[in-house]
């Protein structure tokens, strides 16, 4: 792993993608165990984050360039700890749940959750994406199917507890300031000491927190209750991290940061571990999802490599200010059926891949602000 990542922090130096390569570098100095690098390492996020405030256009100067390679080349030098495989963490099979008013019912769903690994969960509201992760948190008993974890062939809710963290939308309230709470949840890990104090300052700046550190509950945006319940949590090194609409309350770049470290933080050498996520942000998700999974009305009706959606044909989304008439006259050849939803264009060939549609699109002078194949895309069955 640690091979990889040096060669992936080079590329984002190399082409100027600094707030990325400092965060994996935090990663690695984290996964090398060594207090000197981590401490190093949160330095050089303290200093970009300083400069970035200061000049928000152009904040990587030529003292941030030299400490960035000097801190590479440490790392390079750095033991790191093997990093374990992509084993099956914790499976669930047939698993139901009914609620007691009977207004709603989750039918039996099955799913395995590897190490390394994430898989996203779509749906529409009301559809049971939330009923199955309190399930698999253990905080909903289930009435039927089953739910194993690896090394626990026998567990209940508290030693399940230990080794799966749930983020709900919603964050429960905490007091105090930000960082004493960081400071206890440590604490009741077992992290103590000089070790707690670095760790939870690790956390703060890995996570952009460190500017808020002093804050309560009422001075954070919902936005960075969801970076501080996550930071919370990975100080106790859960196994399995399930998050429900983590992007629900992130702008534009923060979703696109959260999913990137999570990317990351599944394969860590260190914590290696696995991420189940709910959202209604398809697309994100899609790129940031090892697997996806669709529920609809209590059903998986779609899951990656259990699911042969490709059958329904190769679908383009397409927005362009040209008519529905247009578009199909310009794909006559390719026999292709035009639909409209109101926003977007859905053009499906049952022969054509996408890039053959584009491309009779384009030579017929068809404009396209914006396209997308969505072949393989649970978008297609909503």
């Not at 550190?213 to 859960?238: C, D, H, K, M």
């Not at 899609?286 to 959606?309: F, H, N, P, W």
């Not at 264009?345 to 030579?363: D, G, N, Y």
Request: with cysteine; proline share 4%; aromatic share 8%.
């Amino acid at each position: 792993m640690s091979h990889t990542a040096l060669s992936e922090i080079d590329v984002f130096l190399r082409h100027g993608d600094h707030p990325l390569a400092v965060r994996r570098m935090m990663d690695l100095a984290l996964d090398s165990k060594q207090r000197e690098l981590m401490l190093r390492a949160m330095q050089l996020s303290s200093r970009f984050r300083i400069a970035r405030n200061a000049n928000p256009v152009n904040p990587w100067n030529e003292d941030l360039a030299q400490e960035s390679r000097t801190l590479l080349h440490e790392l390079s030098k750095a033991t790191y700890p093997a990093a374990p495989g992509d084993s099956l963490l914790m499976q669930a099979h047939g698993v139901s749940k009914t609620y007691s008013s009977g207004a709603f019912s989750m039918k039996p769903t099955s799913l395995d959750l590897y190490a390394g690994q994430i898989l996203g969960v779509v749906g529409e509201n009301g559809n049971g994406k939330t009923t199955l992760l309190r399930c698999l948190a253990g905080q909903l008993a289930i009435d039927s199917g089953k739910i194993s974890f690896a090394g626990l062939p026998d567990h209940d809710f508290y030693t399940l507890k230990n080794r799966v963290a749930f983020i709900p939308q919603r964050i429960p309230r905490w007091y105090g300031r930000l960082k004493d709470n960081l400071h206890f949840s440590a604490a009741i890990s077992g992290v103590k000491g000089e070790e707690n104090d670095l760790m939870v300052g690790f956390m703060l700046e890995r996570f952009g927190l460190a500017g808020f550190a002093e804050l309560t509950w009422n001075q954070i945006s919902s936005g960075y209750r969801t970076r501080f319940e996550i930071a919370r949590v990975l100080l106790q090194q859960p196994r399995v991290l399930i998050l429900d609409e983590p992007l629900a309350n992130l702008d534009i770049h923060a979703q696109q940061t959260l999913l990137s470290d999570l990317r990351f933080l599944v394969k860590s050498a260190v914590n290696r571990m696995t991420v189940l996520l709910t959202s209604q942000q398809l697309h994100e998700v899609e790129k940031a999802a090892d697997s996806v999974m669709l529920i609809r009305q209590g059903q998986c009706i779609y899951q990656t490599g259990k699911t042969d959606v490709r059958s329904l044909g190769f679908a383009l989304e397409l927005e362009t200010p040209a008519t529905r008439e247009e578009i199909a006259q310009a794909l006559t050849v390719l026999e292709a059926q035009v639909h409209f939803n109101g926003g977007f264009f859905t053009v499906v060939s049952h022969q054509h891949p996408v890039q053959e549609m584009i491309k009779q699109l384009v030579i017929a002078g068809i404009p396209i602000s914006y396209c997308r194949d969505i072949s393989l895309s649970t978008k297609r069955l909503f």
